[in-house]
């Protein structure tokens, strides 16, 4: 079935360093791919989304492009601030997965001042 | 209402007690998702809702666990005989699309965080 893989955390960072969250997928069918964020004590919103092979999608300084070749959508940015701490989760949704979005296990990012 | 509400935001119980756990999607929003996210795990999926059917309770760990949705708007998780293991975060989210439209954005209650004791 279709799975969600993304790096372990926690990832530290200073700030304004560069952030890259990997994330791979396995579908059966063309799913469009989501990075989600939840902030500490929040629920969890959707951060940028890509629908089609090398789409690019961006939100707050935050990139990713769907890579369909090497079935990957890492999560980048620039130059991380503290206010970036939080959990990431990647994310699939397939329409021949059914109605669910497949979640990652999430990747926990701390920024030190 | 402006988001997701979910109630209550903590629930601590005893094992074999049934708990209820509430949520209230934006307002027409016809999708309705329930997820589990235990410590440092991922997102579980356990229901999902179109209406107030759900053509998908696949995720549902045991026969314990049920969930119903009236008036196509506020949903109940019900968890019975309550055990350790259910202990989680539990997640509601809901679209504006149906499930498995291609780029199906779901917004997020803040959780009830259940600990059983």
């Known amino acids: 079935g279709d799975s969600v893989t993304q790096m372990e955390g926690p990832v530290t960072l200073s700030e304004e360093a560069f952030l890259t969250i990997n994330c791979t997928y396995t579908?059966?069918?063309?799913?469009?791919l989501f990075w989600y964020v939840q902030y500490p004590g929040e629920g969890l919103q959707l951060l940028l989304k890509?629908?089609?092979?090398?789409d690019k999608g961006s939100n707050k300084g935050f990139e990713a492009t769907y890579r369909k070749e090497t079935t990957s959508f890492h999560l980048e940015k620039g130059s991380v601030q503290v206010s970036d701490s939080a959990v990431y989760f990647c994310?699939?949704?397939?329409?021949?997965?059914?109605?669910?979005?497949?979640f990652g296990a999430g990747t926990r990012l701390f920024v030190k001042a | 209402g402006a988001g997701v509400s979910q109630s209550p935001s903590n629930k601590v119980t005893e094992k074999g007690k049934d708990v209820e756990l509430r949520c209230d999607p934006i307002?027409?929003?016809?999708?309705l998702y329930w997820y589990r996210q235990s410590l440092g795990q991922g997102l579980e999926f356990l229901i999902y809702?179109?209406?107030?059917?759900?053509?998908?309770k696949s995720g549902l760990p045991s026969d314990r666990f049920s969930a119903e949705r009236t008036g196509g708007s506020v949903s109940t998780l019900t968890i019975q005989r309550t055990q350790q293991e259910d202990s989680a975060v539990y997640l509601c989210?809901?679209?504006?699309?149906?499930?498995?439209?291609?780029?199906?954005?779901?917004?997020f209650g803040a959780g009830t965080r259940l600990s059983v004791l």
């Open positions: 809702f179109q209406g107030n059917s759900a053509p998908d």
């Open positions: 890509a629908t089609k092979a090398d």
């Open positions: 994310a699939l949704s397939d329409l021949t997965g059914g109605f669910k979005t497949i």
């Open positions: 579908a059966t069918g063309y799913p469009s």
């Open positions: 307002s027409g929003h016809t999708a």
């Open positions: 989210a809901s679209s504006s699309a149906p499930g498995g439209v291609t780029g199906n954005i779901q917004y």
